[in-house]
C-alpha cells in the first residue's frame, strides 16, 4: 500500500486528535465518547478497506494497523493533561482497549489474506504468529473488566480451537471445535484466576449455543481444573440447567444414532393429545450455519404450535462445531428426521399425510433441500418412509451454497443448493427473506425465487427492506403480516382448522 494511503489515513482523523479545553464537566464522559466514536471510525475504515488491507504482506498491513492505533492512543493521550479531571485508571483503560481492539486485528490477518486471495494462498507468518500477538495477555485478571480485551481473548481462542486449519478462513473449518476451545483455555499459560474465569465463561456462554451432551468432555474435566469455588459451583448449575431446561419438552426420543452421536427429537403435544386423533405435525429445524445451535431455540415456536393443535418436534443435527461434520451431514439428518415421524406417527398420534418442516437459516436449508432430495439412500437414509415433508416454511434460507464448504469435500455441493434441485413437483412453500440479510444475501433469494416462479409449483414469499438477517426491530405491520401469512398458509393445507 503506498505512502499515499497513509497520508489519506492521518488526514481522515487528524480532527479526532484535537484535545477539548473548556469546562472540567466535559472530560470524564467526553473522553469516552471520542475514544468511542474514533474506534467507530477504525472499524468502519478497516471494513470498507478490508480488501486492500487485509491482502497485503505482513509488514504493509502491521503500517496499517500501526497507524489506526496511534491515531487512538494520540487521542486518549492529548486528555493526560487533565488529570485533575480525569481519573488516570481512565487513560489506562482506554488505552489498554485500544491495544486490544487493534490486536483482534492483528488476529484476523492471517484468515482474511487467505480470504481475499481466493483461499488459494496462505499468509506469510511465523508458526507461532498468534501466540506471539498475545503473548501477555493472561496474566492481569483486571483485564478481564474490558470489552475489548474480552472481544479479542474469544477471537483468539476461536483460532486455538481451529488447529490445522488456523491460518486458514475460520468458518467452515471441519473440526470438533468445542472440545479444542476448551482444551486451548486449559493450556494457556495464564494466571489460575484468569484461567478459571474462561473455563467458567466457555459453560456460561456457549451453554446457549449448544446442547448439553456437548459439554460432557468439558464437564468432567473442569471440576478438577478449576480452583475457584463460586465457578466451579456457577459451571455445575450451568450444566444442570442445560438438562432441566428440557423439562419444557412433552418427551424427548432418539429418532438416529450414527458413528455413535445420539440425535434426539423434542416433541410437544398439544393439551389432552389423544394418540389415536391423528394431529398434524410441525417440524423445527434450528440455525447455525451448520456449525452451532440447539433444539432448545425452537422451543418457545414449538409451545405455539402444539396450542395449535400440531404436535411439534424440535430437532438436533449433526454440527460442524460439535462433531466435524459438514453439511451434507446435516442433510442426511435432516431427511432421517422426516422419515421417522412417518414411521412412528402411530406412537406420536400424528398424521403421516400432515407434515410440516420449518426453519431458520441453515435450519431452513434442511427444510427445503429435504423435499428435492430425490434418492435419501444417497445420504444414507433407508428408511423405506418418505423423507418429502408435504409443506415447508422458510425464513432466511440459504438457496445456493455451491462452493461455501471449502475444506476436504470431495462432493458437488450443487447436489445440496435448492437453487440447482427444483423441480416440478415440490411442496407448497412459504419463504421470508430480509433485503439487508449480509449472512444468507438477498440476490440468492431473488434468483431461487426467480427461478421457482417460473414453475407451477405453489410458492409465497415476501422480502423486507431495511431487515437484517434476524429479522431485528421489525414494525408491528410486518409482525403482523408474517402471522397472517402463515396463519392463511397452514388454513389452506391443513395444519391448522380453527
Not at 32 to 59: C, M, P, W, Y
Not at 325 to 335: E, F, N, R, W
Not at 428 to 443: G, K, N, R, S
Request: aromatic share 14%.
Amino acid at each position: 500500500m503506498n505512502k499515499l494511503f497513509f497520508v489519506l489515513i492521518l488526514l481522515l482523523w487528524s480532527t479526532a486528535f484535537t484535545s477539548r479545553e473548556g469546562n472540567p464537566e466535559k472530560y470524564q464522559g467526553d473522553i469516552r465518547e471520542a475514544h468511542n466514536n474514533l474506534i467507530k471510525k477504525n472499524d468502519a475504515f478497516v471494513t470498507d478497506n478490508r480488501g486492500k488491507i487485509f491482502s497485503q504482506e505482513l509488514e504493509p498491513f502491521n503500517a496499517v494497523i500501526d497507524s489506526l492505533e496511534q491515531t487512538v492512543q494520540r487521542l486518549v493521550k492529548s486528555y493526560e493533561e487533565h488529570t485533575e479531571e480525569i481519573d488516570a485508571k481512565l487513560i489506562d483503560s482506554l488505552l489498554t482497549e485500544t491495544k486490544f481492539k487493534h490486536k483482534r486485528y492483528r488476529l484476523l490477518y492471517p484468515q482474511n489474506y487467505h480470504r481475499f486471495s481466493d483461499f488459494k494462498k496462505k499468509a506469510k507468518v511465523s508458526s507461532d504468529y498468534f501466540e506471539n500477538v498475545m503473548e501477555g495477555s493472561f496474566n492481569d485478571p483486571s483485564l478481564l473488566r474490558l470489552k475489548e480485551y474480552m472481544r479479542c481473548v474469544n477471537f483468539y481462542f476461536d483460532i486455538l480451537s481451529a488447529g490445522e486449519y488456523k491460518f486458514s478462513h475460520l468458518e467452515y473449518v471441519p473440526l470438533k471445535r468445542l472440545n479444542n476451545r476448551y482444551d486451548a483455555i486449559v493450556d494457556l499459560e495464564a494466571h489460575q484466576s484468569v484461567k478459571d474465569f474462561f473455563i467458567k465463561e466457555y459453560f456460561t456462554s456457549n451453554i446457549w449455543t449448544y446442547r448439553v451432551e456437548a459439554f460432557d468432555y468439558a464437564f468432567a474435566k473442569a471440576l478438577k481444573e478449576v480452583k475457584n469455588p463460586a465457578y466451579v459451583q456457577e459451571i455445575k448449575d450451568t450444566y444442570k440447567m442445560g438438562h432441566d431446561r428440557r423439562n419444557e419438552a412433552s418427551e424427548i426420543k432418539t429418532y438416529k444414532t450414527v458413528d455413535g452421536i445420539t440425535l434426539n427429537a423434542h416433541i410437544f403435544y398439544p393439551e389432552n393429545h389423544d394418540k389415536n386423533e391423528a394431529k398434524p405435525v410441525h417440524l423445527f429445524f434450528h440455525g447455525g450455519g451448520w456449525a452451532i445451535g440447539l433444539p432448545e431455540w425452537s422451543y418457545s415456536a414449538c409451545k405455539s404450535a402444539a396450542k395449535d393443535g400440531r404436535v411439534a418436534i424440535a430437532f438436533d443435527y449433526r454440527l460442524r462445531n460439535i462433531h466435524g461434520t459438514d453439511v451434507k451431514a446435516a442433510v442426511s439428518d435432516g431427511l432421517a428426521a422426516i422419515a421417522w415421524v412417518r414411521e412412528n406417527a402411530n406412537e406420536l398420534g400424528i398424521d403421516p399425510n400432515k407434515v410440516l418442516a420449518e426453519g431458520f437459516s441453515a435450519g431452513a436449508h434442511s427444510a427445503l433441500v429435504s423435499s428435492m432430495i430425490e434418492n435419501p439412500k444417497d445420504f444414507g437414509v433407508t428408511s423405506k418412509y418418505s423423507s418429502r415433508p408435504d409443506a415447508i416454511i422458510v425464513m432466511s434460507c440459504p438457496y445456493n451454497i455451491a462452493g461455501r464448504d471449502v475444506y476436504n469435500i470431495n462432493y458437488d455441493t450443487k447436489t445440496i443448493s435448492p437453487l440447482y434441485l427444483i423441480d416440478k413437483n415440490l411442496p407448497p412453500i412459504l419463504a421470508f427473506h430480509a433485503e439487508e440479510d449480509d449472512i444468507v444475501e438477498f440476490p440468492g433469494f431473488e434468483k431461487f425465487r426467480d427461478a421457482i416462479q417460473k414453475t407451477k409449483n405453489s410458492f409465497t414469499s415476501r422480502s423486507y427492506p431495511g431487515m437484517g438477517h434476524f429479522f431485528e426491530g421489525s414494525s408491528q405491520k410486518d409482525l403482523e403480516e408474517r402471522r397472517r401469512l402463515e396463519d392463511e398458509f397452514l388454513f389452506k393445507h391443513g395444519f391448522k382448522l380453527e
